[in-house]
């Protein structure tokens, strides 16, 4: 683990972002963008049944 934190202070060039979702100190998406993203994947359901419901009324 010191050894990845080394690599990432000695070159001020690399893509720390990349290397984060390789490397050990990713951990996977934030609490928050998992709630935003279960939100909207609910809203587009809510949207399609409400879309399918009306379709089907007239």
């Known amino acids: 683990m010191d050894d990845y934190r080394e ?6 060039e690399l893509e720390t972002h990349d290397m984060l979702e390789d490397g050990p ?4 998406p934030s609490p928050r963008m998992r709630l ?9 359901f ?3 049944a409400a879309t399918v ?4 009324l007239s």
Request: glycine share 8%.
């Open 7 to 12: 690599r990432l202070m000695r070159d001020p």
């Open 25 to 28: 100190l990713y951990r996977g």
């Open 36 to 44: 935003m993203a279960a939100i909207v994947a609910a809203s587009l």
């Open 46 to 48: 809510l949207g399609a």
């Open 53 to 56: 419901t009306l379709l089907a």
